[in-house]
């Protein structure tokens, strides 16, 4: 049997929900400045195709590379980490 080539994976966050069998995933990474020295935060956005729409906006998710889907859509769903907390007790003081 022919072993696939290592894929790449990516850890981030559901943003949107683009229509059938799609999301936009946000990927968060950190990066030290080469002059600065300071830790800065980068985000790069990856349309993902999703089998069965099980994902819903704020879950954590994997995602792979796959072969192209689409023009724009080139990474597919692995699995659901979870659901990030959002807080809504905005003004809430107790």
Not at 34 to 54: E, V
Not at 83 to 92: I, L, P
């Amino acid at each position: 049997m022919i072993e696939r080539s290592n894929r790449k994976k990516r850890v981030g966050i559901v943003v949107a929900i683009s229509g059938k069998d799609t999301i936009s995933v946000k990927v968060q990474n950190l990066r030290k400045h080469p002059i600065l020295r300071k830790i800065i935060k980068y985000s790069n956005k990856f349309i993902t195709h999703d089998p069965g729409n099980t994902a819903k906006v704020n879950d954590q998710v994997e995602i792979v590379e796959c072969r192209p889907i689409s023009k724009r859509k080139s990474w597919r769903l692995l699995q659901i980490k979870g659901a990030k907390k959002v807080h809504d007790s905005v003004g809430d003081i107790s």
